[in-house]
T-cell receptor, first 116, second 110 residues
Framework: DAGVIQSPRHEVTEMGQEVTLRCKPI?????LFWYRQTMMRGLELLIY????????DSGMPEDRFSAKMPNASFSTLKIQPSEPRDSAVYFC??????????????FGPGTRLLVL | KQEVTQIPAALSVPEGENLVLNCSFT??????LQWFRQDPGKGLTSLLL???SQREQTSGRLNASLDKSSGRSTLYIAASQPGDSATYLC?????????WGAGTKLIIKP
C-alpha cells in the first residue's frame, strides 16, 4: 500500500482565498483524522470520521473550516476564506478502528500551508 | 481534560549514549499510549504502542514503559545513533482520540 496520500504537499496562497487540502487514506481503514501542527500549539485534532461520517469536529477552529468525506477513499479539508493565522502543516491520518484495541494511526506527509 | 506533557523539550547527547525521554499525562483513564517519531518536514511514524493493561513494549533499541497509576511513560533509547535524531512525540488514546504532547527534539552528535 502507498500509505496515506496528501495533496498538495505545499500550498502558498493569499489571504481571502479558498484552500482545499486532499487526503486518500489507506485502503480498508475506517477512521480518518485531520490534524494541524504549528510551533505554538503543537499537534491539534481538527476533525475525525468513522465510515465516512464526521464524529467529532469540536477541534475545527471556526466556520471557515469545513471537511468532507464523500467516500471511503477520499477526504477534503477546506478553508474559506483563508487567513495568515491558518498557516500550518495539516496532516491526514487513518487507522483501522478507533485505536482502543491497539491500532495505530498512519500519517500522511502533510500539506504545508502558507497564507500571505 | 486530558493533558500530556513531555520533558525535556530538547535534548542533545553524544552518539552511543543511552537516554530517556519522559511523558506524563493527567488522566489515567486511557486505552493506550503511543510514541511517535517525526523527522523534519515529514509525517509521524508510530514507534511503540502500549495498551493500558501493559507495562512496557520493546522494539529493537527502543523500550517504552507505562505506569498508568502515576500518569507516566518513558521511552528508553539504547546506544543512540545520529539517525535517531528527530522529534519524539507521546500520544495518549483517551476517549477515542489521541491527545498529544509537544514533543522532545533529540539531537545525537556524532
Amino acid at each position: 500500500d502507498a500509505g496515506v496520500i496528501q495533496s498538495p504537499r505545499h500550498e502558498v496562497t493569499e489571504m481571502g482565498q479558498e484552500v482545499t487540502l486532499r487526503c486518500k487514506p489507506i485502503s480498508g481503514h475506517d477512521y480518518l483524522f485531520w490534524y494541524r501542527q504549528t510551533m505554538m500549539r503543537g499537534l491539534e485534532l481538527l476533525i475525525y470520521f468513522n465510515n465516512n461520517v464526521p464524529i467529532d469536529d469540536s477541534g475545527m477552529p471556526e466556520d471557515r473550516f469545513s471537511a468532507k468525506m464523500p467516500n471511503a477513499s477520499f477526504s477534503t479539508l477546506k478553508i474559506q476564506p483563508s487567513e495568515p493565522r491558518d498557516s500550518a502543516v495539516y496532516f491526514c491520518a487513518s487507522s483501522f478502528s478507533s485505536g482502543t484495541r491497539g491500532e495505530t494511526q498512519y500519517f500522511g506527509p502533510g500539506t504545508r500551508l502558507l497564507v500571505l | 481534560k486530558q493533558e500530556v506533557t513531555q520533558i525535556p523539550a530538547a535534548l542533545s547527547v553524544p552518539e552511543g549514549e543511552n537516554l530517556v525521554l519522559n511523558c506524563s499525562f493527567t488522566d489515567s483513564a486511557i486505552y493506550n499510549l503511543q510514541w511517535f517519531r517525526q523527522d523534519p518536514g515529514k509525517g509521524l511514524t508510530s514507534l511503540l504502542l502500549i495498551q493500558s493493561s501493559q507495562r512496557e513494549q520493546t522494539s529493537g533499541r527502543l523500550n517504552a514503559s507505562l505506569d498508568k497509576s502515576s500518569g507516566r511513560s518513558t521511552l528508553y533509547i539504547a546506544a543512540s545513533q545520529p539517525g535517531d535524531s528527530a522529534t519524539y512525540l507521546c500520544a495518549v488514546n483517551s476517549n477515542y482520540q489521541l491527545i498529544w504532547g509537544a514533543g522532545t527534539k533529540l539531537i545525537i552528535k556524532p
